[in-house]
C-alpha cells in the first residue's frame, strides 16, 4: 500500500541514487558503477513518475510535490527529496500554531 512516508522514502532512496551515480561519473574508471547506477536512476525515474500520480490521485500528495518528482526528478531528484522536507516542516508548523 502507497503511503506519503513511503513515497516520501524512495523519494530520498532515487536522490542517493543519483549522488552515487554523478560520485560515479566525476571518478574516472568507475564505467561499471556509472552504467549501473544511471540505469538505477533512469528506471527509478520512471518508478517514481508513477509513485507521484498515484500519490496524486490518493491524495498523499499534492501536484506542486509531484511535479517536482517527476518533472524535476529526470535531471535532480534532490528537489523532489527537499520539497518533501519543506512540506513537512509547512506542516508541523502549521499543526503547532493551532
Known amino acids: 500500500m502507497l503511503t506519503r512516508s513511503r513515497?516520501?522514502?524512495?523519494?530520498?532512496?532515487?536522490s542517493?541514487?543519483?549522488?552515487?551515480?554523478l560520485v560515479a561519473?566525476?571518478?574516472?574508471?568507475?564505467?561499471p558503477v556509472e552504467f549501473v547506477f544511471g540505469m538505477a536512476h533512469g528506471?527509478?525515474?520512471f518508478a517514481m513518475?508513477?509513485?507521484?500520480?498515484a500519490g496524486v490521485r490518493g491524495r498523499l500528495i499534492d501536484l506542486r510535490l509531484a511535479?517536482?518528482?517527476s518533472v524535476l526528478g529526470a535531471i535532480g531528484?534532490?528537489?523532489?527529496?527537499?520539497?518533501?522536507v519543506r512540506q513537512d516542516r509547512e506542516r508541523a508548523r502549521t499543526t503547532s500554531d493551532t
Open 43 to 45: 528506471l527509478g525515474w
Open 25 to 31: 561519473w566525476a571518478i574516472p574508471g568507475l564505467h
Open 16 to 21: 542517493l541514487v543519483y549522488l552515487v551515480l
Open 49 to 53: 513518475c508513477a509513485l507521484a500520480f
Open 7 to 14: 513515497l516520501k522514502w524512495a523519494s530520498f532512496s532515487h
Open 77 to 84: 531528484p534532490f528537489i523532489g527529496s527537499a520539497e518533501f
Open 67 to 69: 511535479v517536482a518528482i
